[in-house]
Every structure is written in structure tokens, then in C-alpha cells.
């Protein structure tokens, strides 16, 4: 479906990081995100939920853009992602272990939020040092990084290492869709995107603090409920 749509498209304004009601602290509905990229302009999508692929599995079935099957895994270290995943890949297991089954998939992996200090799950810079040969992308910008100082560290370890760029809203809402973008060429594929990265324009806006702990919380207990 990726390569069907991404041909249409001389360029593509795309939210790299989106969460659905696969999340454990989301309830936005498939069909709502739809609608609010289709509102907003945004002809393209990761998602990417905490500990499953299943939501992005279903959307990339039914949406008239490109989604990208991402997925958060939780590991000792904290947070990496996969993109262009199969399947789900289980939290709470090794750095190199979700690396190694990333790459079983022929994903990429991108470190989401490096260095947001605030965010527990956060990879630091000594641990990215760490698996630098294994890491394709470098999140950039993210509107729930409260400090531009964490995103600057994070352009510029991209930058000195050669990585790919990315940048997403991290929506947990579905008025959060599209706060962030990258516009980049039309793609085919995984190394289609990779290239595409590499001359992304990024487009950020930051979420209100208060909104941002507001929003997740009643997300959770909803869930609860």
C-alpha cells in the first residue's frame, strides 16, 4: 500500500510519530486520526504505539495515505522504534534484542526523543553511542520535548553521525496530529524514505506542557474505566 501511494505524490508532508487507541495511554480512534491528517494536510503517517504494531496493521489497510508500521518498544534502556514493521515486537526486552528483531524484519530503527531527560524513556547519549552502527534515524523534533535544548542535541548528534532525520507530533490526542511535520520527496520503500529524510524540511510546534500531562492522564484512566 506504501508504494501505491507514495508514487501519486510529488512531495508529502508526514507526521513521523502518532499514537492510537492500540496505546496504552491513547484513545484516539483509527478513524479520527483519518480525518484529522486529511483536515490538516498531512499525506502521510508513522504510527506508532506502545508495544504493538496492530493499530498501525489496521490503518495502513484503511487510510488513502501512506502509513509507515512503526512501533515504541520499551527495553532496559528505554524507548526504541521500528519502522516498516511485519509485526508486533514485544516491550520489555533488551536493547539489542529489539534491535536484532527489528532487523529480522528488514525494519529501520529509530531512536524517538533522544536525550529528553524529563522522559524517562528517553535514550541517553552514552547508550546511543552504544548501538550507533544500528541506528538509521534520528528523531529530531518532537512537539512533546518541552526544552529545544534536547532537540538540538539531538540535530546535532544526526548531523555528526550522518543519520536520517525525522520529526512527529507524538500526537496522544487527536488535535495533536500534525503539530509536527517533515515535508519530504515522494518515496518508494524503506531506502526510497531514507533518502527522502535526508532532504526533509521539518515543520515543529511544541505541546503545552500542561495539556501534554493532562491528555495522557485521562487517556490512562479512561482506559482504566
Not at 52 to 78: C, R, S, W, Y
Request: hydrophobic share 40%.
Amino acid at each position: 500500500m506504501l508504494e501505491a501511494h507514495s508514487c501519486i505524490l510529488l512531495s508529502v508532508k508526514a507526521d513521523l510519530h502518532i499514537h492510537t487507541c492500540y496505546s496504552c495511554d491513547c484513545v484516539s480512534k483509527l478513524e479520527a486520526i483519518v480525518q484529522r491528517c486529511q483536515a490538516a494536510g498531512i499525506d502521510c503517517v508513522a504510527i506508532a504505539d506502545h508495544g504493538t504494531a496492530d493499530g498501525a496493521l489496521k490503518l495502513q489497510n484503511m487510510a488513502p495515505f501512506p502509513v509507515i508500521v512503526a512501533e515504541e518498544i520499551m527495553t532496559q534502556h528505554g524507548e526504541i522504534m521500528g519502522m516498516f514493521l511485519k509485526k508486533s515486537i514485544p516491550s520489555k526486552i533488551p536493547l539489542v534484542e529489539a534491535i536484532s528483531r527489528i532487523h529480522e524484519q528488514d525494519g529501520l530503527v529509530c531512536v524517538p526523543h533522544p536525550f529528553d531527560k524529563p522522559n524517562r524513556s528517553s535514550l541517553s547519549g552514552r547508550v546511543m553511542q552504544q548501538i550507533i552502527d544500528d541506528i538509521d534515524i534520528v528523531e529530531v523534533f518532537n512537539s512533546r520535548t518541552p526544552l529545544p535544548w534536547f532537540s538540538s542535541q539531538a540535530r546535532d548528534f544526526a548531523l555528526k553521525h550522518h543519520k536520517a532525520q525525522s520529526a512527529g507530533s507524538d500526537a496522544h490526542t487527536v488535535r495533536e496530529v500534525g503539530l509536527t511535520y517533515i515535508e519530504i520527496p515522494e518515496f518508494i520503500g524503506k531506502t526510497g524514505f531514507l533518502t527522502a529524510l535526508h532532504k526533509g524540511v521539518i515543520h515543529g510546534r511544541t505541546i503545552d506542557p500542561f495539556r501534554l500531562v493532562l491528555g495522557s492522564s485521562l487517556a490512562r484512566i479512561r482506559k482504566l474505566i
